[in-house]
């Protein structure tokens, strides 16, 4: 009886501990293939339409498992890189608005990564510029350039704000330019710290890679 009874408290132990664990983290078996599913869906994504469903996917995703800032850090990437996808949309006012609460809503996450966080802001307020340049451009791009250099330092091995940043700075007026990196050494660095990332779902890595491209 004894075995038995030490297999019956093993088992309820067991139980109890991963339920613990659920109750911590909001998580169940469900969500690393759930992520996969998404982050796969928004790896095709080409269009317009397509990066609009995969936010929804990741919507609903962070509606389940609220604790967890990656599926709406994901949401508010696809809608601003909607934006970029088509800058004449009657709709990009509302999508930025929304993706800017989404990544406001970010900072209070305890396990969030202000790097990313700070990099994706940025991003937003670049398609903000995209969007009117002759308004916004003069408005938000020394915001801009601080949100880039603040996740640089906040994460030298995130090679996200080292491209954008690189990219952004060479889309300025040679007079605006503070002069302080060289472009093509930012590229190269920034193709050496996307070479040392791996797969995960636990950051947003999936993005910004294809501004290596970008002459």
């Not at 004449?88 to 999508?95: H, V, Y």
């Not at 800017?100 to 990313?116: H, K, R």
Request: charged share 25%; aromatic share 12%.
């Amino acid at each position: 009886m004894k075995p038995i009874f030490f297999i019956k408290t093993t088992i309820i132990f067991c139980m109890m501990f991963s339920s613990l664990v659920h109750a911590q983290t909001g998580r169940d078996a469900q969500y690393e293939d759930f992520m996969r599913l998404a982050l796969h869906r928004l790896d095709s994504a080409g269009t317009v339409d397509e990066l609009q469903q995969t936010g929804n996917l990741f919507e609903r995703m962070a509606e389940k498992y609220p604790q967890e800032w990656i599926p709406a850090y994901y949401v508010a990437y696809c809608g601003v890189n909607s934006v970029f996808y088509d800058l004449t949309s009657s709709r990009n006012e509302m999508i930025l608005s929304k993706a800017n609460e989404i990544i406001e809503s970010l900072y209070t996450f305890p396990n969030v990564d202000q790097s990313e966080v700070n990099t994706l802001k940025a991003y937003c307020l670049m398609a903000m510029i995209a969007m009117n340049p002759q308004v916004n451009g003069q408005k938000y791009f020394s915001e801009v350039i601080q949100l880039y250099e603040r996740a640089i330092a906040q994460d030298p091995e995130n090679p996200r704000p080292v491209i954008l940043l690189a990219d952004f700075e060479r889309r300025l007026p040679s007079f605006i330019r503070s002069g302080k990196r060289n472009p093509d050494e930012e590229k190269a660095k920034a193709a050496l710290l996307f070479e040392k990332e791996e797969p995960s779902i636990e950051k947003p890595i999936y993005w910004g890679k294809s501004f290596l491209e970008i002459e």
